[in-house]
């Protein structure tokens, strides 16, 4: 008889890659990294080329090189954006001055960020369910394209990390450093603040307070730190984003409102003033009309609900940012990147993937599907744009709605676990 060889290492399986973490680790960085590398993103007379071509890193890279002739953000010039990022953008352009540089080191950065969020999501999900839908729902957030084009695009990678971060801290009840990652999720983007509501649907009072304490703590003396330097240029970092005309939203359509979110020249904010402008029609319906809604909605959600486990707590944080998200002026396709780990934590079955790929599908064919096709009207939905971009912000609500819809029946599951609530 012919002794068959013996090798070093046994065959590749199916159930075997499927269950292999750092394989997944593996091919999630590595596609990342090598897109980077053949699409290095570049400017051409003026225009964006490359795998950043449609996000906002050239916007990013114009604002940090304020910089070099002005001075620095929230003392010498107004920025849109909470300390945090302002000054991590300008390190970064002070270390890469050149837009192809500046971008690859962002992109790196936040593809690091990203792995952080894969794998907390996965993390999060053996918690709540199984290691395997844990390991499942990180193939499947490994697979999904919006996570992956807007590491490339925006900062909310980063938001989504510190959120998730801190959700991890809650359910693991380490409440300090939760705190602690709230107040730094809301110093790159105001968001995470909503976190806060179920630490005190998921705490008693006692329990709630210290890492409320400690969130608004560093958040207030962050800015006040820069309100003692000039409360001029700091203050609209704190207001510019709520001074700006309702975009792409229900609002927006009955604003009379076609446009994206976008701030004027680079020069406006040299003056605080210019920060105040509202870019279009003023609001039929009153941003405090809108939140007071939304407070209402919430306090209802509050109050009603039943579910006190772990799961309860992701889908309360969840729906606690789809309202915030829902009766906003304004909605940004990156905004995808917070919403998509709490869909698939809180409906981890054939149908929450499906959800998330019709809300990425609405998504992207509004932008930049549509809006690439505004050049001639200087990026206004106009004549027969119009009503295929109204169709598809309407869907995208109902979506989000139907979301909303389907987390509110979780909370009010019957649950409880006494070490959420103690």
Known sequence: MTKQPKTSAAPLQLHAILNDF????????????LLLLVYQPFLLQGVERG??????????FQIASLSDTVGMPLRDWWSEFPPLWSYFSVAIYKVQPNYTGFSMMLGIIFLALDIGNLVLIRKIATQLYSPET????????????APMVFVFWTFEVVVAFFMLLSLWWL??????????????????????????????RYRTTRRAVAPTVIAAGIVVIVYAFFFVQNAAMTMPSVTAQFSKASYQTVWALLDGNYRTGNFGPLDDRLDPANAAITQGNPPVIPGWARLAGALAVGLFVFVRTRRFD????????????LIFFLQ???????????????????????????????????????YPFLFIRTGDSGGAITGALVMPFAALVVARTVILIGVCVGLYRILRQSRDRQGLIA
């Open 310 to 321: 772990a799961k309860g707590l992701v889908a309360f944080a969840g729906i606690s940012l």
């Open 22 to 33: 750092q394989l997944l680790m593996i091919l999630f960085i590595s596609l990342r990294v």
């Open 171 to 200: 359910l693991r009840e380490r409440d300090w450093l939760a705190g602690m990652g709230i107040a730094l999720g809301v110093l790159v983007k105001f968001t995470p603040v909503v976190l806060l509501g179920a630490v005190w």
């Open 134 to 145: 844990g390991q499942a729902l990180a193939w499947v957030y490994a697979l999904l394209l």
């Open 328 to 366: 906003a002026q304004g909605w940004s396709p990156q905004w995808l990147v917070q919403i998509i780990p709490f869909i698939l934590l809180c409906f981890p079955t054939r149908d929450g993937v499906i959800m998330v790929v019709l809300l990425s599908m609405v998504t992207f064919v509004e």
């Open 51 to 60: 795998i950043a071509a449609g996000g906002d890193f050239q916007t990013y």
